[in-house]
């Protein structure tokens, strides 16, 4: 279960040029393109529809397959100035979707991935305050999987340090105002009356035991029984049902030994 809980060093890509838009979700290892809404447009002409500039504007490249590659627009009589509207359209169109439907809802950081020519525009128009400063210069379809990865991850590297150092303060500071303890006894019977409003759980450690639906109290178990939960997952389950957040955090970046650490809300 723990695979779904919010790593600090998840993030999303948006790929986005002339014609079309995908979305990915990622982390230091590994990519995957989010399968959009099946309502949301994701082409120019799908965004656009009757606003899309007549003569039907076609693109011979949209930063495909090739090195190098760049946007070539055969338009019929159109002139640069409506191909630039068009774009302007589509990349105002598809910043306000994606941050209504999947920035706003994951609070994951949100990496452009575009040609050098098209971010201007796209940072011009999009309010997406989950949107980094700093851009992929390429389409993602455009590069291998593992160097996308390793660009994405150059970007995102600094604001996870960060992150990571911010959350270890606040457990500190949370912990010497009496308000955070990383005592797993203390931890369940808090997420059991509602009061954990940040749980750190290590990535990797496994804790057998059950938690007692009527108390709230530790029930110690053997992991190797089938029928025997991890109680580290159990907890952050139980957090986010009360509404607190969860963070898994590596090992060497944890506050704590026990493997998991709590802020309290009171």
């Known amino acids: 279960m723990r695979q779904y809980l919010q790593s600090v060093d998840r993030y999303h890509i948006l790929g986005v040029n002339l014609h079309e838009a995908k979305l990915y979700e990622g982390n230091r290892y590994s990519i995957t393109e989010v399968p959009l809404d099946n309502e949301m447009p994701v082409t120019i002409e799908d965004a656009l529809g009757e606003e899309l500039t007549e003569p039907h504007l076609t693109s011979a490249s949209y930063g495909g397959a090739g090195q190098g590659t760049s ?20 990349f105002r169109t598809i910043s306000t979707l994606i941050h209504e439907k999947y920035s706003k809802p994951s609070g994951l950081p949100l990496i452009l991935a575009t040609l050098p020519e098209h971010k201007n525009m796209f940072f011009k128009v999009s309010n997406n305050s989950l949107l ?16 996308l990865i390793q660009m994405a991850w150059e970007i995102m590297e600094p604001a996870y340090l960060a992150e990571l150092d911010k959350l270890s303060e606040s457990f500190s500071q949370s912990k010497n105002d009496k308000l955070g303890s990383d005592s797993i006894n203390e931890i369940s019977k808090a997420a059991f009356e509602g009061r954990v409003d940040t749980l ?15 108390s709230g109290k530790i029930k110690g178990a053997d992991i190797n029984q089938p029928d025997t939960d991890d109680l580290l997952d159990d907890l952050g389950e139980l ?23 709590a802020i309290f809300r009171y």
């Open 71 to 90: 946007s070539m627009f055969h338009g019929h009589g159109s002139k640069n100035d409506e191909v630039d509207k068009d774009a302007e359209k589509f």
């Open 200 to 214: 750190l759980i290590e990535a990797d450690k496994i804790v057998a035991g059950k938690i007692d639906p009527e």
């Open 132 to 147: 980094l400063e700093t851009s992929i210069d390429v389409v993602p379809e455009t590069v291998p999987r593992e160097k």
């Open 239 to 261: 957090v986010l049902k009360m509404g607190g957040k969860v963070k898994i955090l590596p090992q060497d970046r944890m506050p704590v030994q026990t493997g998991i650490a």
